[in-house]
Structure formats: structure tokens, C-alpha cells
């Protein structure tokens, strides 16, 4: 039966007028149950039940109008025997209905496909904020300044950051403030949630849905200033309780806010609790408001937030926030001596302050080298605020790069929904994304890797994720990606940045055991640098000394090293480079005497470096128990596991299989 005479028998028999009947009854009924659903308070999910429902029904309602009504209008023939005779009860199928169930099987299938589909975007794959138990996420509004003076708007975050620190030392909740809703509200893309650009409230309610939320106001009454504060349910449509004012001196704001915080807490938790903050007593006004101004400055101007933060501590040397901030300002710029003597001084002001300890504790394990508590410690503030973006980012740091425990870093990231994030407005977003692909990669999910970072591939910055893109491409054997992404590179970056990228891929390639490729690309390097030109760059004087040394070109290295250490001597790396490239070179004495001195080179503060230099000179003598001894050393003294040490460094591709690298490996276990 031809396609055209089956359509005619389906019109004649009625069937497209019941499959018609069918879909616009149930696009009628889908209709209404999406108008209804939120005056008769069905949940959302109703829908999408109600449509995998009508999806699987139509194939059965097809089968049914063959059963019921087609079935007997179909003139059917006996089927005959081999003899050629009737069998009893028995009818050869028609040409109808042949093609009638091919279409129904067709269908099905596409049915139970969208049915699929439907279930794994819902229920399957859908991304989810964490959801917390009942109580255990309060927001905290910024308080409105209805003073009429602008100087008065200090007093409202002194409020907020109060309030917060109360709730969080006595472990009540774990609380959204102001900043968290802010940054989520400006790195959310607009094109997601649209309404988010008029409407910080549905960030609260709809997106970080806490259990309860604190928001309050103060002005001016009679030359007294005046605080009022409430709490509210999550849909902010019921008022819990409203508490009663509270009044200070204009000029001593921090009374107010002290009572009012301990109104809130009496409320919040049980009248035995003991009531902390991350600070003993209320700071000075002023000290508060340098150190705010201070955060302002903080990754813009270096200067600027130095001062302020001097400035608050100034006039208030008892505030501890300021304190801890000039702490890490020295860390990350690897002024440890400094940092540290801040530490012990800090120390001795330190009473039994439990977040305070606690905070005092992740920095001291920093300065010692002990990743293990450093992951401890930082585990409990995160454990408070697991949503806030550079808490979440700095976990995720720690538990790969300090204790290497990647199977943990999808629960981390997964804490903060990144589907609406706008990665140029976060500034942590870009290192939640680089541990997450480096996790991935050290799990063998490149292509994890490589669907998160591939958008970020033609873009100018971002080089880190350049170079772990390159990574899970080598990791994935896709050589052909690998070489066009380095050509994009080349065009959209700086030459020094293509380069250290290159330098990158090319040990990745000789990680894998691939020394024709990274060949290729580390001649590329030295070709772009001119060896014969004097005055180079110390960066410059870097790329090229290791790329001539991986290339095996140990003369030229030689040159190269003996030259970037006479500008910089104190280069524990490339010292360690010129002893292995002395030894290649058959000059053992001088190999010997640049180990000697690498070896005085010790200090406070280098977190194994000097062992880490001395494991790979020693793996370039194959003195294999040497090598991993100070191997072992070095992460006992706090290396990292960086993207290009240890497991990802050239230097030890030959002991990856070995016990001893293992245990290494799992040394903070």
C-alpha cells in the first residue's frame, strides 16, 4: 500500500481526527495546568509530570483506536496454511495495518526519546543551589539609611557585619550577607534571570532561598540614632518578629548595633549559648570604617590598601580584621618573614576567641608548611559559608593544590550554581574553573575538562585555563586541537604569555612521553626568543633557559642559566636546572659545587623547594631512592601539587607507577 492511499483510509476511518482530538485536548489541559498551578499552590514540577504523562499516553491511545475501532472495519483474510487452507481463527495482516503499526512504533519511540530527554533535564541533570535543612541559611539585608546623611551609611555594614559575626560564631546558621547577594546578583547573566536587574529581593528569595531573613533601618530622632530590625520567612510576607528600637549616641553607633545583635541572637538560639563575635569588644568607628575602605582597595591598589589597613589598626590596635588582612596581604606577596612576624604578634593579643584561634590556626599551618591543617582549619570556615565565592574558591584550592584530594572538588563546586555566572564579573570564578577542569584531569574526565574550558579558548586573557585546556587536549591524544590552539594563542595573546604557554604544553607532551611534539613546539620558543641578543628579560631568560633545556640543548642552557642567575641568584628552580645541565655537560665539579650551594640556599619559608630542586637533580642521575627522598622531603615541607609538579612534572614521569610516588601523592591523606 502506497503512503498516499494509507493517508486517505486514516481520514476515512476517522483516525487523524482522533489523533487530532487527542493533541489539542492535551495541549489544552497542559495550558490550563500551567495557568492554575500557582493559585491552587501545586508545585512547579506538576507540569512536567502532566506532560510525560500525555508523551507516554499518545502511543497507548493509538494502540487503543486500532483495539476498540479500527480493528473491526478492516476486511481481514484468513491466513492459510502450507496446504493452502484457512487456519481457524487466525488472519494474515493487511497491508493497513502493517503500516499502521510502523507508524505507531515509530512514534513510541520518538515518544519514550522525549520522555527521556524531559526526565534527564529535570530530574536528572538539573542544577541545584544546596538545599538546606530548615533554619540553616538566614540572609542578612543591608540595614537602610534613613539618617538623610550620607556619613551615616558606615553604620548600616558596621550592623550587617555585626550581626553576621554573631550568627556564625555560635554556629546558629549559615548566613547570606549582603556581598554574597551582590555578587550574585552581578555575575548572574541577565539574559538568565532578567528580573535580576531590578530586583535584588528574587536573588534572595528564588535563587540562595534562605529560611529566615534579617533586615532592618535606622535614622535620627531627637539628636539619638535610632535601630530597628526584623525578621522574616524566606517569601518575606510574614513578619516573625519585630524588635523593639534601639537608641545611641550618633557618634557611637556600635552601642546600638551591640545590643541589637545580642536582641537578634537571643531570638536565634538558646538564652545559655554563650555569645561571640569574631571580634571581643566593638571596634573604634573609625577603625571600622578605614578597614572597610581598606577591602575596597584590596587587588586594585596594593598602596592604598596597605594604608588603610595601617590606619585601622592605628586607631584600634584591640580590632582583629584588619590585622588578619595585613597578615595575608604580605603572604600573597610572598613577604613570608613579615607575614609571619605579624602572626606571632597577633598571637599574643589572641584571648579564646574560637573563630578567632581558628583563623590564627590556617595561617600558622600556612607559614609551617602543614597542608594537612591548613585543610583542616580552612574546612571549618568554609563549612560556615560554603556559598560565599572566594571561601568556595580558596576550598577548592586546598584540597587540590595543598592535600590533592580531587574526587572532593565536585561537591565543593557544585555548592555554587556557575550556569548564570558572568565569568568577567567574578573575581573568583576563574579559579573555581581552573581547579575544577585540574580535578577533572587528574580524575581522566578530559572531556569534563574540555566542555568547561573550551569557551574561554578564543578569548585574550584567561591563561591559565589556556593552559589546562591544553593540558586535557594532550591528556585526551587530540595533537591536532593541541597545535590549533596554539596558533589561536599566538594571535590573541602576548608573546611572553604564548610562550609560557607553549612552554607549558610542550612538558605536558614529555610528561606523555611525546618528545617529537614537545620538540616542535619548545624550538618554536627559542626560535621567537634570540639567543644571540644581550639584555633579555628575566621572564624571557626563564622561558628560554627551560626550553632549551627540555629541548636537550645543554650547552646553550648552560649560557642561558649561568646568565638569569647572575641577575637573580636566589632562583632555587634554575639553580637546580644549572647543577642537573653542569652534570650533562661532564663538568662534575661544577655540578658539585652548584649542588653545595643550592644546598646552603635553605632557609625559612620555602616550603620544599631546595628538596624539590634536589629530587630532580638527583632523577637526572637516576639515583632513584635520592630522587624520591627528597621528593618526599619536599611535600612534607608544603610543595604544592601544582599543574607542573610532581605527577605533572618531566622530571619524575618514570617513577609515576612507583609505590613511593604514591604515598607522595597521598601524603596529606
Request: hydrophobic share 40%.
Given at each position: 500500500?502506497?503512503?498516499?492511499?494509507?493517508?486517505?483510509e486514516?481520514?476515512?476511518?476517522?483516525?487523524?481526527?482522533?489523533?487530532?482530538?487527542?493533541?489539542?485536548?492535551?495541549?489544552?489541559?497542559?495550558?490550563?495546568?500551567?495557568?492554575?498551578?500557582?493559585?491552587?499552590?501545586?508545585?512547579?514540577?506538576?507540569?512536567?509530570?502532566?506532560?510525560?504523562?500525555?508523551?507516554?499516553?499518545?502511543?497507548?491511545?493509538?494502540?487503543?483506536l486500532?483495539?476498540?475501532?479500527?480493528?473491526?472495519?478492516?476486511?481481514?483474510?484468513?491466513?492459510?496454511?502450507?496446504?493452502?487452507?484457512?487456519?481457524?481463527?487466525?488472519?494474515?495482516?493487511?497491508?493497513?495495518?502493517?503500516i499502521?503499526?510502523?507508524?505507531?512504533?515509530?512514534?513510541?519511540?520518538?515518544?519514550?526519546?522525549?520522555?527521556?530527554?524531559?526526565?534527564?533535564?529535570?530530574?536528572v541533570?538539573?542544577?541545584?543551589?544546596?538545599?538546606?535543612?530548615?533554619?540553616?541559611k538566614?540572609?542578612?539585608?543591608?540595614?537602610?539609611?534613613?539618617?538623610?546623611?550620607?556619613?551615616?551609611?558606615?553604620?548600616?555594614?558596621?550592623?550587617?557585619?555585626?550581626?553576621?559575626?554573631?550568627?556564625?560564631?555560635?554556629?546558629?546558621?549559615?548566613?547570606i550577607?549582603?556581598?554574597?547577594?551582590?555578587?550574585?546578583?552581578?555575575?548572574l547573566?541577565?539574559?538568565?534571570?532578567?528580573?535580576?536587574?531590578?530586583?535584588?529581593?528574587?536573588?534572595?528569595?528564588?535563587?540562595?532561598?534562605?529560611?529566615?531573613?534579617?533586615?532592618?533601618?535606622?535614622?535620627?530622632?531627637?539628636?539619638?540614632?535610632?535601630?530597628?530590625?526584623?525578621?522574616?520567612?524566606?517569601?518575606?510576607?510574614?513578619?516573625?518578629?519585630?524588635?523593639?528600637?534601639?537608641?545611641?549616641?550618633?557618634?557611637?553607633?556600635?552601642?546600638?548595633?551591640?545590643?541589637?545583635?545580642?536582641?537578634?541572637?537571643?531570638y536565634?538560639?538558646?538564652?545559655?549559648?554563650?555569645?561571640?563575635?569574631?571580634?571581643?569588644?566593638?571596634?573604634?568607628?573609625?577603625?571600622?570604617?578605614?578597614?572597610?575602605?581598606?577591602?575596597?582597595?584590596?587587588?586594585?591598589?596594593?598602596?592604598?590598601?596597605?594604608?588603610?589597613?595601617?590606619?585601622?589598626?592605628?586607631?584600634?590596635s584591640?580590632f582583629?580584621?584588619?590585622?588578619?588582612?595585613?597578615?595575608?596581604?604580605?603572604?600573597?606577596?610572598?613577604?613570608?618573614?613579615?607575614?609571619?612576624?605579624?602572626?606571632?604578634?597577633?598571637?599574643?593579643?589572641?584571648?579564646?576567641?574560637?573563630?578567632?584561634?581558628?583563623?590564627?590556626?590556617?595561617?600558622?599551618?600556612?607559614?609551617?608548611?602543614?597542608?594537612?591543617?591548613?585543610?583542616?582549619?580552612?574546612?571549618?570556615?568554609?563549612?560556615?559559608?560554603?556559598?560565599?565565592?572566594?571561601?568556595?574558591?580558596?576550598?577548592?584550592?586546598?584540597?587540590l593544590?595543598?592535600?590533592?584530594?580531587?574526587?572532593?572538588?565536585?561537591?565543593?563546586?557544585?555548592?555554587?550554581?556557575?550556569?548564570?555566572?558572568?565569568?568577567?564579573?567574578?573575581?573568583?570564578?576563574?579559579?573555581?574553573f581552573?581547579?575544577?577542569?585540574?580535578?577533572?584531569?587528574?580524575?581522566?574526565?578530559?572531556?569534563?575538562?574540555?566542555?568547561?574550558?573550551?569557551?574561554f579558548?578564543?578569548?585574550?586573557?584567561?591563561?591559565?585555563?589556556?593552559?589546562?585546556?591544553?593540558?586535557?587536549?594532550?591528556?585526551?591524544?587530540?595533537?591536532?586541537?593541541v597545535?590549533?590552539?596554539?596558533?589561536?594563542?599566538?594571535?590573541?595573546?602576548?608573546?611572553?604569555?604564548?610562550?609560557?604557554?607553549?612552554?607549558?604544553?610542550?612538558?605536558?607532551?614529555?610528561?606523555?612521553?611525546?618528545?617529537?611534539?614537545?620538540?616542535?613546539?619548545?624550538?618554536?620558543?627559542?626560535?621567537?626568543?634570540?639567543?644571540?641578543?644581550?639584555?633579555?628579560?628575566?621572564?624571557?631568560?626563564?622561558?628560554?633557559?627551560?626550553?632549551?633545556?627540555?629541548?636537550?640543548?645543554?650547552?646553550?642552557?648552560?649560557?642561558?642559566?649561568?646568565?638569569?642567575?647572575?641577575?637573580?641568584?636566589?632562583?632555587?628552580?634554575?639553580?637546580?636546572?644549572?647543577?642537573?645541565?653542569?652534570?650533562?655537560?661532564g663538568?662534575?665539579?661544577?655540578?658539585?659545587?652548584?649542588?653545595?650551594?643550592?644546598?646552603?640556599?635553605?632557609?625559612?619559608?620555602q616550603?620544599?623547594?631546595?628538596?624539590?630542586?634536589?629530587?630532580?637533580?638527583?632523577?637526572?642521575?637516576?639515583?632513584?631512592?635520592?630522587?624520591?627522598?627528597y621528593?618526599?622531603?619536599?611535600?612534607a615541607?608544603?610543595?604544592?601539587?601544582?599543574?607542573?609538579?610532581?605527577q605533572?612534572?618531566?622530571?619524575?614521569?618514570?617513577?609515576?607507577?612507583?609505590?613511593?610516588?604514591?604515598?607522595?601523592?597521598?601524603?596529606?591523606?
Open positions: 500500500m502506497r503512503l498516499k492511499k494509507f493517508i486517505a486514516c481520514r476515512d476511518k476517522e483516525v487523524l481526527k482522533n489523533l487530532s482530538i487527542y493533541i489539542v485536548s492535551s495541549w489544552v489541559l497542559l495550558q490550563v495546568v500551567a495557568l492554575f498551578t500557582e493559585p491552587l499552590g501545586l508545585p512547579e514540577i506538576s507540569l512536567t509530570y502532566l506532560l510525560i504523562i500525555l508523551l507516554a499516553g499518545f502511543p497507548l491511545y493509538i494502540y487503543l486500532w483495539r476498540y475501532i479500527l480493528a473491526d472495519k478492516i476486511e481481514k483474510k484468513p491466513l492459510l496454511d502450507q496446504a493452502g487452507k484457512p487456519v481457524p481463527g487466525k488472519f494474515s495482516r493487511s497491508p493497513f495495518q502493517k499502521y503499526f510502523s507508524f505507531l512504533t515509530l512514534i513510541t519511540i520518538v515518544a519514550v526519546g522525549i520522555v527521556l530527554v524531559v526526565i534527564d533535564k529535570k530530574f541533570h538539573k542544577t541545584f543551589l544546596p538545599d538546606l535543612k530548615a533554619g540553616n538566614i540572609a542578612v539585608l543591608k540595614f537602610d539609611n534613613n539618617t538623610g546623611d550620607i556619613k551615616y551609611d558606615i553604620a548600616g555594614k558596621m550592623a550587617v557585619d555585626w550581626i553576621i559575626h554573631g550568627i556564625t560564631e555560635n554556629k546558629v546558621a549559615q548566613v550577607s549582603p556581598e554574597i547577594i551582590e555578587d550574585y546578583s552581578t555575575v547573566k541577565a539574559s538568565l534571570v532578567p528580573s535580576l536587574n531590578t530586583e535584588k529581593s528574587v536573588v534572595v528569595t528564588d535563587y540562595l532561598k534562605p529560611s529566615k531573613i534579617i533586615s532592618g533601618e535606622y535614622y535620627l530622632n531627637k539628636n539619638r540614632l535610632l535601630f530597628q530590625c526584623s525578621i522574616k520567612d524566606e517569601i518575606m510576607n510574614k513578619t516573625l518578629i519585630s524588635f523593639k528600637p534601639v537608641e545611641c549616641d550618633p557618634d557611637a553607633p556600635l552601642d546600638c548595633i551591640e545590643s541589637l545583635k545580642q536582641r537578634i541572637l537571643g536565634l538560639i538558646t538564652e545559655d549559648n554563650r555569645l561571640l563575635n569574631l571580634e571581643e569588644s566593638p571596634p573604634n568607628y573609625n577603625a571600622y570604617q578605614y578597614l572597610i575602605e581598606a577591602k575596597a582597595f584590596q587587588d586594585i591598589n596594593d598602596a592604598e590598601h596597605l594604608r588603610l589597613l595601617d590606619k585601622a589598626i592605628a586607631a584600634d584591640t582583629f580584621e584588619p590585622h588578619t588582612y595585613k597578615i595575608l596581604y604580605y603572604y600573597n606577596s610572598d613577604q613570608y618573614k613579615i607575614a609571619d612576624s605579624l602572626l606571632q604578634r597577633l598571637d599574643t593579643k589572641v584571648g579564646n576567641n574560637k573563630r578567632q584561634r581558628n583563623l590564627l590556626d590556617v595561617y600558622e599551618a600556612l607559614f609551617n608548611g602543614n597542608n594537612r591543617n591548613v585543610y583542616r582549619y580552612l574546612l571549618q570556615e568554609y563549612n560556615l559559608t560554603p556559598f560565599d565565592l572566594e571561601t568556595n574558591a580558596s576550598m577548592m584550592t586546598i584540597a593544590q595543598f592535600v590533592n584530594k580531587p574526587k572532593e572538588i565536585d561537591s565543593i563546586f557544585n555548592e555554587v550554581n556557575m550556569e548564570a555566572m558572568n565569568l568577567e564579573n567574578c573575581a573568583f570564578c576563574e579559579n573555581r581552573y581547579i575544577k577542569a585540574l580535578a577533572d584531569i587528574e580524575l581522566e574526565k578530559y572531556d569534563q575538562a574540555i566542555d568547561l574550558l573550551t569557551p579558548a578564543k578569548q585574550s586573557d584567561h591563561i591559565s585555563l589556556k593552559k589546562v585546556l591544553l593540558k586535557a587536549h594532550i591528556k585526551s591524544g587530540n595533537n591536532e586541537m597545535d590549533t590552539l596554539l596558533a589561536n594563542f599566538a594571535l590573541t595573546t602576548q608573546a611572553d604569555e604564548w610562550m609560557e604557554v607553549s612552554l607549558f604544553a610542550a612538558k605536558e607532551f614529555l610528561v606523555k612521553g611525546d618528545k617529537t611534539s614537545a620538540n616542535l613546539i619548545l624550538e618554536k620558543i627559542i626560535n621567537t626568543i634570540s639567543v644571540s641578543n644581550a639584555g633579555h628579560e628575566l621572564k624571557e631568560l626563564q622561558l628560554l633557559a627551560e626550553s632549551l633545556f627540555f629541548n636537550e640543548n645543554y650547552q646553550l642552557a648552560e649560557n642561558v642559566l649561568e646568565e638569569l642567575l647572575q641577575l637573580d641568584p636566589g632562583l632555587i628552580t634554575y639553580s637546580g636546572l644549572l647543577a642537573v645541565v653542569y652534570r650533562k655537560n663538568k662534575l665539579s661544577e655540578a658539585q659545587k652548584q649542588i653545595d650551594a643550592l644546598d646552603q640556599m635553605r632557609a625559612d619559608y616550603f620544599g623547594s631546595v628538596d624539590y630542586a634536589l629530587a630532580r637533580y638527583y632523577t637526572a642521575l637516576s639515583d632513584e631512592e635520592q630522587a624520591l627522598g621528593l618526599l622531603k619536599a611535600v615541607a608544603g610543595k604544592w601539587y601544582s599543574p607542573d609538579s610532581f605533572n612534572d618531566p622530571f619524575f614521569t618514570d617513577y609515576l607507577d612507583t609505590d613511593t610516588l604514591q604515598r607522595i601523592m597521598n601524603f596529606w591523606d
